[in-house]
Structures are given as structure tokens and as C-alpha cells.
């Protein structure tokens, strides 16, 4: 889901860094309302997450690899807004100093992992578990300890599992349909593809499929084990 | 302070770096390739039959200074695992510092500490 540098045309890349640079500004200013400097460790702590869960590699027999993003999980630790600059954070580490994902495509998987797939993430997540709204979205500003430490239900556990679930594979869709449109957009003097060659009849089967049967299914165990782990050792993060 | 609050939490993202390397193993025990979409210009030239010129030129942009998370001369087996587990290192510390400089700056603006 890193799209490297190349199978995006410049069109595409262009649009969605348009895309997600207002999306950062937004987040920005979200951040400087609710944000406490002591919840600055939490932020941190998220986008370290998400860059070290991204190194587990999970095999498809004989096949690719893919892995959990923690998109879903981290909006519903730290909130949505502190989620995509976490997020992006790590992924801007990833493209420029590991070469996992590209420089032009830092907008598209920006905008796929750290914003799409993660806000679906977490607004099907508040959907499944909305009877506790109102305790739920004071996240930032509730101390009441008490409130926090009863509000993870089974309910909330299966709705972050699905929100995981469905996040990360809005994300993988929007890879595929990105890459797919490619030859559609951009082909040189001799006909042929410029950026990405395969089209979407092979790009969304490809990408889709992996996604739905196995690395959704990673995305979902990691987010509702770490909520659990952390549920058990740090209540207080929870639920808030 | 916060970071002693959340000890058990930055002791589980260090446990989850050392461990990194099953990230590298499990997918060679089972013979599984990249993840789909993600080759090189060359390979790309084998499965698709010729290397799209924008693709090529575009590639070769960027010059990451850790490709793949690894680095050269420790391609194979424990240098390989201690070369992953050294980028998660280096990637970890530069996510968090960046995280809470960025963090910083917006919370003081917030005037909340």
C-alpha cells in the first residue's frame, strides 16, 4: 500500500498532495485546540507505533507481503486529527529515509493510509459504538478517570475491529484504483503506459483480494489486542 | 512525568523493534515475494515486459540513504536481522522526536501544559 515513486503520473501525485495538504492544515489546527503539552508523549508514542507495526511483514504464502497500519487503532487512542499527523509522521519518515513509499507519492499515501482509511476506520468505530458518544469524544479534555475506565465494551472492541477491518481496506482500494487509472491517464509517443502499466481490472483484484482475506484481518487483531493490552495496563487512555 | 506514565507502552515499542525482524523471516520462511505494487524499475521490466519511462525516470528521483531497512554489505541472515532491528531504531527515535517537536509546538500555542 507504500506507492513508490513512479506509478503515479504527475497528475495523480498532484491531486492527492492538493488533497492532503489541506487535511494538514486542518489536523493542525485541531491539534492546537485540544492538544495538552502532557499528551504530547501520546502522539509520539502512536506514530512510533504505526512506524514499527508497519515493519512486520505479513506473508502470503508464495505470494506478496502486507501489514497492519495501526490507522484505526491510534484515532481511537489519541482522536482522529492527532491520528493523521501521527500517521503521516511515519510515513514521511518511511518514504524519505527507507525508501518505502515514494517522495511524489507522500500525498496519495498520506491521503490513502493517514486520512482515508483511517477516518473510515474510526467513523465506522464511534457508528458501532455510539450509545457512549458523548464519553467518548471528550477524549481530550475528560479527567474523569472513572468514566474512561468503564468505556471499553465488547461493543467498542468489535466496532474497532470492524473500523480497522473496513479502514485499511478503503485504503488498499484507493491504492489500487490510483494505480489503476494510471494507463488510462498518461502514455507515451508509443502508446504504452508512462507510470504505473496495469490497469484496473488487474490492479483492484491484486491488491483487493490480499487485503480482504488476510491483511484486513491482521489490521482488525492487532488494533482489538492492542485496545486490550492497553485496557488491562493503561485504562486511563482508553475510551477517553 | 508522562513518559515514566506510559513506561509500559514505550517498553512495548521497544519490544516490538527487536522483534522486527519476523517482519523479514516469516516471509522468507514462506517464500513471499514484496508487497504487490511496490517493485523496483527492473522488475517491474520482468513483469510487465518493458520499464514505462516516466516510471523509470520518476524512480529514480530519490535516493533513500536506508533502502528497504537495510544496509549494504548486511544482506544476509543475522546482519540482515540486526540491520532491520538498527532502522527500526533509527526510524523509531526520528518518528518520535519528530512527533514531539511537532507535538510541542502545537501544544504551546494551546497555551495547556
Known amino acids: ?240 | 512525568m508522562e513518559i515514566s506514565n506510559h513506561k509500559k507502552l514505550w517498553i512495548g515499542i521497544a519490544i516490538l523493534i527487536i522483534l522486527s525482524p519476523i517482519g523479514l523471516i516469516l516471509p522468507e520462511l514462506l517464500k513471499a515475494g514484496g508487497a504487490w505494487g511496490e517493485w523496483g524499475a527492473d522488475k517491474i521490466g520482468k513483469i510487465a515486459g518493458y520499464v514505462p519511462h516516466g516510471l523509470k525516470k520518476l524512480s529514480e528521483l530519490w535516493k533513500a540513504p536506508i533502502p528497504d531497512y537495510a544496509f549494504s554489505g548486511w544482506d544476509k541472515g543475522g546482519k540482515s536481522y540486526a540491520g532491520y532491528i538498527f532502522s527500526g531504531i533509527i526510524g523509531a527515535a526520528l518518528v518520535i522526536g519528530i512527533s514531539m517537536l511537532i507535538g510541542k509546538f502545537f501544544a504551546r500555542k494551546n497555551g495547556n501544559s
Not at chain 1, 509517443?189 to 508512462?194: A, F, I, K, S, V
Open chain 1, 1 to 240: 500500500m507504500h506507492i513508490p515513486d513512479g506509478y503515479l503520473g504527475p497528475i495523480t501525485y498532484g491531486s492527492l498532495w492538493a488533497a492532503v495538504i489541506p487535511i494538514w492544515i486542518y489536523a493542525s489546527k485541531k491539534i492546537k485546540e485540544i492538544l495538552k503539552a502532557s499528551q504530547v508523549p501520546r502522539l509520539a508514542l502512536s506514530a512510533a507505533f504505526s512506524f514499527v507495526i508497519m515493519m512486520f511483514n505479513v506473508p502470503l504464502p508464495g505470494g506478496t507481503t502486507g501489514h497492519a497500519t495501526g490507522a484505526t487503532l491510534i484515532a481511537i487512542l489519541i482522536g482522529p486529527w492527532p491520528a493523521v499527523i501521527a500517521l503521516s509522521i511515519a510515513l514521511i519518515v518511511q518514504a524519505i529515509i527507507f525508501g518505502d513509499g515514494g517522495i511524489t507519492a507522500i500525498g496519495a499515501n498520506c491521503f490513502n493510509i493517514a486520512f482515508a482509511g483511517m477516518i473510515t476506520g474510526y467513523g465506522i468505530y464511534k457508528l458501532i459504538s455510539s450509545e457512549k458518544f458523548k464519553v467518548q469524544s471528550s477524549k481530550f479534555k475528560n479527567s474523569d478517570t472513572e468514566t474512561r475506565r468503564s468505556s471499553l465494551s465488547t461493543r467498542h472492541l468489535i466496532g474497532a475491529g470492524i473500523g480497522a477491518y473496513v479502514g485499511i481496506n478503503l485504503g488498499a482500494f484507493l491504492t489500487a484504483v490510483e494505480l489503476g487509472i494510471q494507463p488510462l491517464l498518461h502514455s507515451g509517443t508509443d502508446g504504452r503506459p508512462l507510470y504505473s502499466p496495469f490497469p484496473l481490472s488487474i490492479t483492484i483484484p491484486a491488491i483487493m483480494l490480499e487485503h480482504i482475506f488476510l491483511f484486513g484481518i491482521i489490521e482488525a487483531v492487532v488494533t482489538v489486542f492492542v485496545l486490550l493490552y492497553i485496557k488491562k495496563s493503561h485504562p486511563e487512555l482508553i475510551g477517553g
